[in-house]
C-alpha cells in the first residue's frame, strides 16, 4: 500500500509565499517522477509542475519564476516553493508520483495522488 500526504496549504494574501510538502510512504521500490497539479471551483485539473529522479523539471507557464519544485530522493518528498502568488493561483494542489511497487523487469509504475491541500490566495 502507498500513500501520498500532501502539507502546507492555508490562506495567503496575494504576493505571499507558501511551501507544500508531500511525503509517500508505503511499499515503495523506486520512485520516477513527481508533481503537482491543480484545480480550480469549476476548472479541470491541471499541471502544475513535474520533477525526474535526476532532478530535471517542467513548470506551467503561469507559475514560471514564481514557483519552484524541489525533491529529497533519500526520504520520498517532494516539494514546491510558492512565490509571489496570485488569486488565480487558489486551488486543491494535489501531489503525484510515478512508484514502482517491487523489484524485478519489466518494472510497473503506478501513478499514485495524495488527497489534495488547499491553497486560497486572497486579493
Known amino acids: 500500500q502507498v500513500q501520498l500526504v500532501e502539507s502546507g496549504g492555508g490562506l495567503v494574501q496575494a504576493g505571499g509565499s507558501l511551501r507544500l510538502s508531500c511525503a509517500a510512504s508505503?511499499?515503495?521500490?523506486?520512485?520516477?517522477?513527481m508533481g503537482w497539479y491543480r484545480q480550480a471551483p469549476g476548472k479541470q485539473r491541471e499541471l502544475v509542475t513535474t520533477?525526474?529522479?535526476?532532478?530535471?523539471?517542467n513548470y506551467a507557464d503561469s507559475v514560471k519564476g514564481r514557483f519552484t519544485i524541489s525533491r529529497d530522493n533519500a526520504k520520498n518528498m517532494v516539494y514546491l516553493q510558492m512565490n509571489t502568488l496570485k488569486p488565480d493561483d487558489t486551488a486543491v494542489y494535489y501531489c503525484?508520483?510515478?512508484?514502482?511497487?517491487?523489484?524485478?523487469?519489466?518494472?510497473?509504475?503506478?501513478?499514485?495522488w495524495g488527497q489534495g491541500t488547499v491553497v486560497t490566495v486572497s486579493s
Open positions: 508505503g511499499s515503495i521500490f523506486s520512485i520516477r517522477s
Open positions: 503525484n508520483a510515478a512508484i514502482a511497487v517491487r523489484s524485478g523487469l519489466p518494472i510497473t509504475w503506478y501513478d499514485y
Open positions: 520533477i525526474t529522479s535526476g532532478g530535471g523539471t
